[in-house]
């Protein structure tokens, strides 16, 4: 408590903190100058601080309400765009076939509400890391943070060459649990050289069985598209390993835009 009342250069103690009558304390007895709690700094924030980093509300300088908004934007953009031209691979190999609002994206059958979900998509499960990271990467969150821009782009190359071998066994006839086992073990690979955290695996696993949870009514109550060759409840039972395989990239993916929010 005592060392909130240092000595002051201009008059003594009253109700707290040097720091609400000079910016230049005097020192101790030890030679050192007074240090001021976070509570008080806290309290005698005032409007026109020059840092707005120091304000109540805020982290690293923009409040958390624009810091979010700008964050899951960005999530729900590059899940419309870029996931959007991922998710044409699997079309392209003639696994589904879209019966509402068909359009051709890129030479390959797609429908107009194949952005929107892949937006949702993004931001449902990419929106989970940073919450999930602050409860279970306490102490190296910085660290975790620092993604680096080939990081991700290998994250996403790594994506793109799962969908093609995926396609390229499906196409070729693998049978359905050869090619389960098969992308269950790049899946682990995938997880291990490009996440390796705990909420990586819980959100996988979220990822891998939420995603076919909600498509499989999905698909049976609107018809929005359908699946050539289903084994489990209209879809096939290899995508939910797929599904695995894409959380590595919007872990690195959502990190990534969420650190770049901060300044």
């Known amino acids: 408590m005592f060392r909130c009342l240092p000595q002051m250069a201009l008059v003594g103690v009253q109700n707290g903190c040097w720091s609400r009558f000079s910016t ?5 007895n030890r030679g050192i100058p007074p240090r001021r709690c976070a509570a008080c700094a806290k309290r005698n924030w005032k409007v026109g601080d020059s840092t707005p980093a120091q304000r109540p509300g805020n982290v690293d300088g923009k409040r958390d309400d624009e810091r979010y ?57 990419g929106g989970l890391f940073p919450l999930l990271d602050s409860y279970l990467n306490v102490w190296d969150r910085a660290a975790l943070y620092k993604i680096t821009w080939e990081k991700l782009i290998l994250s996403f190359a790594a994506l793109t060459g799962m969908f093609q071998i995926t396609a390229l066994m499906y196409h070729s006839g693998v049978p359905y649990w050869a090619m389960s086992i098969s992308l269950c073990l790049i899946s682990v690979a995938n997880w291990e050289l490009f996440d390796g955290t705990t909420q990586g695996l819980i959100l996988g696993a979220l990822c891998g069985m939420g995603v076919e949870l909600i498509e499989a009514p999905l698909l049976d109550l609107f018809h929005p598209w359908h699946y050539m060759h289903p084994d489990m409840a209209g879809v096939p039972s290899f995508l939910i390993w797929c599904n695995v395989f894409y959380t590595p990239f919007l872990a690195n993916l959502s990190r990534k835009l969420f650190d770049s929010t901060k300044s």
């Open 24 to 28: 230049v304390p005097t020192l101790n």
């Open 69 to 125: 908004v700008t964050f899951l934007g960005g999530l729900f953009f590059t899940g419309a765009t870029v996931g959007t031209l991922l998710n044409a691979i699997p079309s392209q190999a003639g696994m589904l076939h879209y019966d509402a609002f068909p359009i051709q994206i890129m030479w390959t059958d797609s429908s107009l509400l194949v952005p929107p979900f892949m937006g949702a998509f993004y931001v449902v499960i």
